[in-house]
């Protein structure tokens, strides 16, 4: 990204000091039109990002750092055509008491402690077909959406330890400590020169069913329903109530990045859920997942990735019965065809849908098959144009799922506002591409 810089006198006025820091404004958007596109019930058109939500079509990102690098700050403006101007993906401010420690409070995106595992290729940078369990944005380790205090710490070359205490509990601004502390992120990330990266971490996710206390509050008198006569009887009311049974305790995720190859990146990575499979089947057990690309020359790069996830136990269907698994697998192809012109191509396969979620086909236990071609020209130094075709089967949507207006849903009538298929169309675009940065 292209930043524009701009040295500010740092609020010397207001403090009777004199102090510079560095003020840098930057953009990145990509929208998405589709002039004809189909739900599999209706021919329709419009507009959004690669990842739904309507269409970011302006947009700031501010970032401040003092002259020595000590203090700073992250925040985003957003316009979204449907919802207005808005704040961003991140909002914080930090400082650095020393060399190697960082301290930070705010609003984090996903990215912000630079370990997140990265692996984008094809579709995902087009209309997000629905047929993947885990992002290419965070496909093998995952990152940071929260809001809190994070510390960071560099204590020794290619160590970096990180700790997010959340702070986000909603509708409240303080929370139990307990709240707080059983939902912690704590992880590292160690590169080993010459060879690749090695990355753990623990996710808090805390949730709990609660246990009513009831009190005896006064008495009243009833009729007897089986002899007519007048009986007392306790009023018993719940007064408070407290934590009874622990249903998900977080995840555990380790991941490792290979460097070691030249043209090769490999990255993998495995994640463990900790929950009581009585309360919540849906909830991750395992997941493996990995990605591989290589640069065949400097024009051509493929790219793979896949995973496998298990979930507490039965919760998706797959031929016309409960199962605790899916997989998912992907493959593409990015080629340079001049200067300043590019082809994107992938296909995805998943073997049905998420836990939780609408299973694909008519019965709700295949699998579907998603697809991209799309052409990319630079328009000078700062933007592209694209048009691409993209296509889903058994009822898989481009962008989401959901059985709503938001992204193209399978079977989805705009007319009534309801989706109306019966689980099994072929979902497909055009969309034009419009990408610029700053």
Not at 27 to 52: D, F, H, Q
Not at 356 to 368: L, R, T, Y
Request: glycine share 14%; hydrophobic share 40%.
């Amino acid at each position: 990204m292209k930043k524009t810089l701009i040295a500010v006198a740092a609020a010397a006025a207001l403090t009777a000091t004199s102090a510079f820091a560095e003020i840098t404004f930057g953009a990145w958007l990509r929208v998405l039109g589709s002039p004809i596109a189909s739900t599999g019930e209706e021919v329709v058109a419009g507009m959004e990002n690669s990842w739904g939500w309507g269409a970011r079509t302006a947009r700031i990102d501010i970032n401040g750092v003092s002259e020595d690098g000590k203090a700073g700050f992250s925040m985003g403006v957003y316009n979204d055509v449907y919802d207005g101007l808005g704040t961003g993906d991140r909002f914080n401010l930090w400082v650095k008491p020393t060399d190697t420690v960082k301290i930070s409070i705010g609003k984090y995106d996903s990215p912000d402690n630079g370990l997140r595992g990265d692996f984008a290729y094809g579709s995902w940078n087009w209309l997000r077909p629905y047929n993947w369990a885990y992002d290419g944005e965070g496909l093998t380790f995952d990152g940071i959406w929260r809001k809190g205090l994070m510390v960071e710490a560099d204590p020794i070359d290619g160590l970096h330890l990180f700790a997010v205490i959340p702070m986000d509990k909603q509708n409240t601004y303080y929370h139990t400590a307990e709240w707080t502390y059983r939902n912690i992120q704590v992880g590292f990330g160690y590169a080993i020169e010459g060879v690749g990266k090695l990355k753990a971490q623990f996710i808090g996710d805390w949730s709990y069913t609660e246990k009513q206390t009831k009190k005896i509050t006064g008495t009243e008198w009833k009729i007897d329903q089986d002899d007519g006569s007048i009986v007392e009887e306790d009023v018993v009311t719940v007064t408070d109530s407290e934590v009874d049974e622990t249903k998900t305790t977080g995840q555990i995720g380790v991941a490792f990045d290979i460097t070691a190859i030249e043209n090769l990146y490999v990255t993998v990575g495995a994640r463990f859920g900790i929950a009581d499979k009585d309360y919540v089947p849906s909830y991750l057990k395992m997941a493996f997942t990995a990605g591989a690309s290589y640069q065949v020359s400097d024009a051509m790069k493929f790219s793979v990735d896949g995973g496998y996830v298990q979930y507490q136990d039965k919760c998706v269907a797959r031929d016309g019965e409960a199962v605790d698994n899916v997989f998912f697998v992907g493959g593409g192809i990015d080629y340079a065809i001049m200067d300043g012109v590019s082809l994107a191509a992938d296909v995805r396969y998943m073997s049905n849908a998420k836990a939780g979620g609408n299973g694909f086909g008519k019965d709700g236990d295949e699998g579907a098959i998603s697809f991209l071609i799309g052409v990319n020209k630079s328009v000078g130094s700062n933007g592209s144009l694209g048009v691409g075709f993209q296509g889903a089967t058994n009822g898989c949507g481009l962008v989401t799922a959901g059985g709503d207006s938001n992204g193209l849903v399978a079977g989805y009538n705009p007319v009534p506002g309801t989706v109306t298929g019966d689980g099994d169309e072929f979902v497909w675009a055009i969309p034009v591409s419009v990408s610029v940065w700053f």
